[in-house]
């Protein structure tokens, strides 16, 4: 356990994903945002133009770097390859913060590419917080663990997801990164209430905040199932479960993630002002 | 098999059944909650591939190239998550793909959009100073030893395939010509640059980057093209910032 405080140096304040496309429009005006965030396999090539852009933009504003890949809730060991790769952005970066996702990804050498559900149990919870401490160790600081969005659940799940990330954040000294959208998706689609599942979350290990778009399909019932997309604006109701969750933790650094489809910045930065504006009621 | 194993198995085949135990959160099965997992992971891992290859896609068409990628990652899904270096093993494939038998300059094509790709990513090197080639004495010039920038890339093909490549991304370029075709890939600033070879340019870069001097690289060349000139190439390189250290060997 890494004898540090959860929290990062991200301004309370809304940030964006950071995409390509929109580097000169944010180098000219980046409007109301105030810091961004790259996932950290894009940059992990040696050279050339994304690392450039990189420096550049961590020149004007702080940076998250966001992990996709690691597989912390793996059932094998961490892959040593990639923990040397993230320990070399954070050493030559220095972001403001680091987080990964409470799933697996990897297993038997194969990276699937998606955030997979985990059983809460004990016995993953003691993996994940042994892959927790050797990733804060490489990387010599302390991360914040995202809560996943979930379309199915366990039978063998003994947790609730709330008590399975206080508890991680507990034993290893993670912080946690509180996605309402991912929280929105997981509570429609398992039945249960976002709301609920808010006032029952750790807020003061919450570091940082996430915000997207979502897509609506259906179960096998005609239920709606709602897939995490991040290909459009974020739904009314986020907005709001984002209020509800503001006015009990205060005001946290706020993200706005638009993954696919990717919009033009004036879009991008229109969803980055209301973020703004509901920081903006709630008292520091 | 673990949980993870049955999970891995069941998302890169459609044909297993959804692993048990899960459930929909009302205590009943998942049922095709299960192929949210399997589209996103086959989705995005075509998407991946779409993004290396563009000019392959171009070539077969969306709907085969999807065919032929999702067949590709359920027999070799990506060993790392730096998606920008998956499809190493892609080439080949497409060359082993019954239907394209007939496309014979997929693979190699393929191979010039794997190589661009590593280009973009490669390290960045300052270039020579390029006085040293006009501060060298001629007779010495053949003792020079040059280093390549990373960046710098080289494919040999009996297919076309610089002209297909442009051909395939260029408004209003050329019909490719009817001739095997050599090519270099350099990276002047950001964006990797292909350009086709004269004959013996293959054999001259081939012998530089495993260590050889100038005038070794030369004699190279020569055996395959008696006239090899140096100086368009050589220009070109300086150009592209594609050479990053000229060294002289001590004298015999």
């Known amino acids: 356990m890494l004898d540090q405080t959860p929290v990062n140096t991200l301004p309370h304040t809304p940030g964006v994903g950071y995409k390509p496309q929109h580097y000169s429009a944010i180098m000219a005006d980046p409007g109301p945002v105030r810091w961004l965030e790259v996932h950290a396999e894009n940059y992990m090539g040696d050279g050339g133009r994304p690392i450039a852009q990189l420096r550049h933009l961590a020149e004007r504003f702080p940076v998250s770097v966001h992990g996709v890949g690691l597989s912390i809730g793996g059932e094998g060991r961490l892959d040593p390859d990639h923990l040397a790769r993230l320990r070399h952005i954070c050493d030559w970066l220095q972001p403001a913060s680091f987080s990964e996702h409470l799933a697996w990804s990897s297993h038997d050498n194969a990276f699937l590419n998606d955030l997979l559900p985990l059983p809460y149990t004990d016995a993953t919870l003691t993996r994940v917080c042994e892959h927790i401490d050797a990733l804060q160790e490489a990387i010599a600081r302390p991360m914040l663990l995202e809560n996943p969005s979930s379309y199915l659940a366990y039978a063998e799940s003994t947790w609730e997801e709330t008590d399975f990330l206080a508890e991680i954040a507990r034993r290893t000294g993670c912080g946690l990164l509180l996605d309402v959208n991912n929280v929105f998706i997981s509570a429609t689609n398992l039945g249960f209430s976002p709301q609920g599942y808010i006032d029952a979350f750790p807020l003061d290990r919450v570091g940082e905040i996430h915000l997207a778009g979502h897509d609506t399909d259906a179960d096998d019932h005609g239920r709606p199932l709602l897939i995490d997309s991040h290909g459009r604006e974020v739904d009314e109701p986020v907005w709001a479960l984002l209020d509800h969750t503001l006015a009990r933790s205060g005001p946290r650094p706020s993200l706005v993630e638009w993954d696919n489809d990717v919009p033009d910045w004036p879009t991008l930065a229109a969803e980055a002002s209301r973020a703004a504006a509901a920081l903006s009621k709630v008292p520091a | ?252």
């Open chain 2, 1 to 252: 098999m673990s949980r993870q194993g049955t999970f891995r198995s069941a998302i890169l085949d459609p044909a297993q059944p959804v692993p048990p135990a899960l459930l929909d959160g009302q205590g009943g099965p998942a049922g095709r909650r299960f192929s949210v997992y399997r589209n996103n992971v086959t989705a995005s891992l075509i998407e991946a591939l779409e993004q290396t290859f563009p000019v392959i896609r171009k070539l077969i068409g969306p709907q085969a190239f999807a065919s032929v990628a999702g067949a590709y990652l359920r027999a070799h899904p990506p060993d790392s998550p730096v998606l920008s270096r998956y499809g190493a093993g892609f080439p080949d494939y497409l060359g082993q793909c019954e239907p394209l038998a007939h496309l014979g300059y997929l693979p190699d094509t393929a191979r010039l959009e794997r190589a661009l790709v590593d280009s973009y990513h490669a390290a960045d090197a300052a270039p020579v100073d390029p006085s040293i080639f006009a501060q060298t004495p001629p007779e010495d010039l053949p003792r020079l030893r040059l280093r390549l920038a990373p960046a710098t890339r080289l494919l040999r093909s009996p297919w076309p395939i610089h002209g297909i490549w442009r051909f395939n991304t260029e408004e209003g370029a050329p019909q490719p010509p009817h001739q095997a075709q050599d090519v270099l890939v350099t990276r002047p600033d950001f964006d990797p640059l292909p350009r086709p070879l004269p004959t013996g340019g293959a054999e001259f870069l081939t012998a530089i980057a495993t260590g050889l001097a100038l005038g070794e690289a030369m004699d190279r060349a020569a055996e395959t093209a008696p006239a090899f000139d140096l100086s368009p190439l050589l220009g070109l390189l300086l150009q592209d910032n594609a050479i990053t250290d000229a060294t002289l060997d001590e004298a015999p």
